[in-house]
């Protein structure tokens, strides 16, 4: 574990609000120089704790209006790697993140499709041809609330 002090749990949540900002903005922000924020930038940087820009892409304006959630139990995991069946959920274009888990299924799986009907399809002609799936609970995504963590 890594230890923060307050001034980098600062620049965490302000980052965390707005990707965008830049040490200039953070330093006028917190009343603190723009070098001194820069070098903790990159400290965090270095340290890992901080990871690239992510791009958030809004799914509904690229015609992907239902996102669902798939636990996924394998039925043959003796015959099937679990290596093989992640390559291929991760071939599949609509699904977005695949998760192994601890607990009644073994994979999550976040899947995005057009409407209901071409969730059927994916669900019919790709998640259910996938090497060794077995039980399958879906769990249509009502809505989503972002809530960027304990520093955020």
């Given at each position: 574990m890594i230890a923060l002090d307050n001034l980098d749990r600062s620049i965490i949540t302000l980052l965390v609000k707005n990707k965008n900002f830049t040490a200039s903005d953070i330093s006028r922000s917190l009343k603190v120089s723009q070098s001194k924020i820069w070098r903790r930038i990159k400290k965090l940087t270095d340290l890992g704790v901080l990871t690239g820009k992510k791009v958030l892409v809004d799914r509904k304006k690229l015609g992907f209006g239902v996102t669902v959630f798939l636990g996924v139990k394998l039925a043959t995991k003796r015959r099937v790697s679990l290596a093989d069946f992640e390559r291929a959920a991760c071939s599949i274009p609509e699904v977005q993140l695949v998760q192994h888990v601890?607990?009644?299924?073994d994979y999550?799986?976040?899947?995005?499709?057009?409407?209901?009907?071409?969730?059927?399809?994916?669900?019919?002609?790709?998640?259910?041809?996938?090497?060794?799936?077995?039980?399958v609970e879906a769990n249509v995504l009502l809505s989503e609330e972002y809530r960027p963590g304990p520093l955020g």
């Open positions: 601890l607990g009644l299924y999550r799986l976040r899947v995005v499709a057009k409407d209901i009907s071409d969730f059927e399809r994916v669900l019919r002609r790709r998640i259910m041809t996938l090497p060794g799936v077995g039980d």
